[in-house]
Each structure stands twice: as C-alpha cells, then as structure tokens.
C-alpha cells in the first residue's frame, strides 16, 4: 500500500459509484483507512460482492445496490454526500464494439444522472473516471490533455461524452469537476476472469495455469501501464486540491513511461518465476490486432504534478511484483 497518500479530512462522506469493481472497491478501503464515511452504490454487473464484504462491518461504509442508469437510484446515493469518486461504467473497448448501446446507457446516460444527482445534491465536487481512449488516433506522443485526436470505438466516445457534459455542468450550473484520464490501471483486485479481462490479470492467470497467452498482434503495440496505487493518490488529489486552476478540467493518470507487450510479458514471466519456475517455459501465442485498439500510449503527467501535486510512486517493474505478489496469495 502506498503510504504518502494525502490525507483527506475524516469527516467527508465521500460516495464510491462502481466501489464494488477494482478501482472503486480499493477507493473504498483507502478512504475507510483514513476515517472517512462512505457510500458505494454498485449494480454488480461488473463489481464483485468479495471486493467489498470485509467493508460491511465497518459503521462507515454503506453500500448502496442500485444502478446509475436509474435517477432516483443516483438521487438516494447522493443525499449528505460531500464528494464524489464517479468510477461506474461499462469498460472495454471490444464490449462497446460488441455491444454499444448498453455501454452508452450506462456511460452516458448514467453519468448523466450522477450529474444532474450531485448538482441536485450540491455536492462539493465530483471527481469521475475519465479514459486515455479519449485520445483516439491522435499520434501525438506523449498525450498531452488539450489534443485529442477521434474516437476509435463506440466506449472512447462515451468517455469523451463524458469530459463535454462534466464542462458544461461546471460552466452552467458551477458544480466541480475534475476527470482522471486513466491509462491502463492494474493492481490487486482486478477481475482475471470473463471475456473482457484486462491484459495483466488474464496474462498472470494464464501463466499461473501453465496456458499460453494470446497477444493481439506483434507484440509491439505498447501502453503506460498504470498502478492502482498511483490512482489512487490522484483521486485523493482531486478531492483535497484547493487550487480554483486546478479544478474543471481533465488529467492524465498514469506513471508516464510506455512498456509493450513483448516487454510485459517478460516481466510477468520473471517475476511469477519466483513462486514457480515452470512459467519461464510456458510460450506465447501471437493473434491478429483487435479492432479500436490504440497502437500507442504514454502520457504526459506535467498538469497533474503541476496542478495537484501528483507524484506518482510505482513505475511497470515495482507495481508488477506488487501485483503479482497479491494474485499469486489470492487466486492460486
């Protein structure tokens, strides 16, 4: 655990949408470990009760089931409510391209009702998921906030849908925002499992299987690779900044260096060898690309260490073994 995290005053309650999913369920804890009362609405189509159940005895945790496609829902989470770490949606590309109506329902029109809900609610701030797929095929590199290129699939559009209605509920109605582009967040807690799983968590449940992972072209495509850990040292950031330039706008969220597939696959290799050598054997299998696929990612993180205060302490190799570490103790 990340232990320079900024401190939060105890007495905010603080509303986790998605706190039963990966990153909403580690935002849940750290804010509990910190004192704070917190309210996590969740559907459980995606989050997991396990990610939460150790939370149910603490006084200060609510958890609310309901969906943020339904406005009374959103409108019962809000109540008393200071701040809010919006982190629900429908994530995945090839889930969007499959299936993009109910990726926008859930993108879209429930970040819409989580809006009108905290505007109604005068919530103090509201803190939500943005994405790095909002960069499309913009072949500036590193990605910097302010040039965007188009959208490659129908989920890069929800989120950059997104970023516009959280600008004009700043602009219109004066509710504070700030969106945190993730790029590529991994860490514990994040499903290795279904047909959507994320590439680090399915890749370490393969190998630890001895099965050999499929990687969608060359190998050469790369991302910047982004732990939780540093995700959540922005969340806190967003909600403790007291800087007015800071605020109504939108910022990167990863360590800033790019690590390709090949290269992943290395690491995962070197570091679950430590607990079984036998994975050092196990062979890659090379598919062809996936349709909406980035080539490229790596961020400029200049505006949030300017801004906020971001200082990002995990780079690929150090959020790996923690990582891995935590799936190898709790999935094996």
Same mark, same amino acid.
């Given at each position: 655990?990340? &232990?320079?995290?900024?401190?939060?005053n105890?007495?905010?309650?603080? +509303?986790?949408t998605g706190?039963?999913g990966?990153?909403g369920s &580690?935002?849940?804890?750290?804010?509990?470990n910190n004192?704070?009362?917190v309210?996590?609405?969740?559907?459980?189509s995606?989050?997991?009760?396990?990610? =939460?159940?150790?939370l149910?005895s603490n006084p200060?945790?609510r958890l609310?089931e309901? *969906?943020?496609r339904?406005l009374?829902?959103?409108q019962n989470?809000c109540?008393?409510v200071?701040y809010?770490?919006?982190?629900a949606?429908?994530g995945?590309?090839p889930?969007?391209?499959?299936?993009?109506?109910?990726s926008?329902e859930?993108n879209?029109?429930g970040?819409?009702n %989580?809006?009108?809900?905290?505007?109604d609610a005068?919530?103090k701030?509201?803190?939500?998921?943005a994405?790095s797929?909002?960069y499309g *095929?913009?072949?500036?590199?590193p990605?910097v906030? #302010?040039?965007?290129?188009?959208p490659?699939s129908?989920?890069?559009?929800?989120k950059?849908v997104?970023?516009?209605y959280?600008d004009?509920?700043?602009?219109?109605y004066g509710?504070e925002?700030i969106?945190?582009?993730y790029?590529?967040?991994f860490?514990?807690?994040q499903?290795?499992?279904?047909?959507y799983a994320?590439v680090?968590?399915k890749?370490?449940m393969?190998? %630890?299987k001895y099965?050999?992972?499929? =990687?969608?072209? #060359?190998g050469?495509?790369?991302? #910047?690779?982004?732990?939780? @850990?540093?995700? $959540?040292?922005?969340?806190?950031l967003a909600i403790?900044t007291d800087?007015?330039e800071?605020?109504?706008?939108?910022?990167n969220?990863?360590?800033g260096e790019?690590?390709?597939?090949n290269e +992943?696959?290395?690491?995962?290799k070197?570091?679950?060898s430590v607990? @079984?050598?036998?994975?050092?054997?196990?062979?890659v $299998?090379?598919?062809?690309n996936?349709?909406? *696929?980035?080539?490229?990612?790596?961020?400029?993180?200049?505006k949030a260490?300017?801004l906020?205060?971001? #200082?990002?302490?995990?780079d690929?190799k150090?959020?790996?073994k923690e990582a891995?570490?935590?799936?190898w103790?709790?999935l094996?």
């Amino acid at each position: 655990m990340n &232990n320079t995290l900024p401190n939060l005053n105890a007495k905010y309650h603080i +509303l986790v949408t998605g706190g039963a999913g990966f990153i909403g369920s &580690n935002l849940c804890e750290t804010l509990l470990n910190n004192g704070n009362t917190v309210s996590c609405l969740d559907n459980f189509s995606t989050g997991k009760k396990e990610n =939460i159940a150790h939370l149910y005895s603490n006084p200060k945790f609510r958890l609310i089931e309901g *969906d943020i496609r339904n406005l009374e829902d959103c409108q019962n989470a809000c109540k008393g409510v200071d701040y809010i770490l919006h982190q629900a949606a429908l994530g995945s590309v090839p889930r969007s391209i499959n299936d993009p109506i109910t990726s926008n329902e859930v993108n879209v029109s429930g970040f819409l009702n %989580m809006l009108v809900a905290a505007r109604d609610a005068q919530v103090k701030r509201f803190v939500y998921a943005a994405s790095s797929s909002t960069y499309g *095929d913009s072949k500036n590199m590193p990605k910097v906030e #302010d040039i965007i290129g188009r959208p490659l699939s129908p989920y890069a559009i929800t989120k950059y849908v997104n970023e516009l209605y959280a600008d004009i509920f700043s602009k219109t109605y004066g509710l504070e925002t700030i969106g945190l582009r993730y790029f590529n967040v991994f860490g514990r807690k994040q499903d290795p499992n279904g047909a959507y799983a994320a590439v680090i968590p399915k890749f370490v449940m393969q190998f %630890m299987k001895y099965e050999s992972p499929v =990687i969608n072209g #060359d190998g050469t495509y790369s991302r #910047d690779f982004t732990y939780i @850990d540093n995700v $959540i040292q922005m969340n806190l950031l967003a909600i403790v900044t007291d800087n007015k330039e800071a605020l109504n706008t939108v910022y990167n969220v990863a360590f800033g260096e790019r690590t390709n597939l090949n290269e +992943l696959v290395g690491l995962l290799k070197e570091y679950l060898s430590v607990y @079984d050598p036998k994975i050092t054997v196990v062979s890659v $299998i090379h598919g062809p690309n996936r349709p909406g *696929d980035v080539p490229h990612s790596l961020a400029s993180v200049d505006k949030a260490k300017k801004l906020l205060g971001y #200082d990002p302490k995990y780079d690929i190799k150090s959020g790996l073994k923690e990582a891995v570490q935590w799936y190898w103790s709790n999935l094996k």
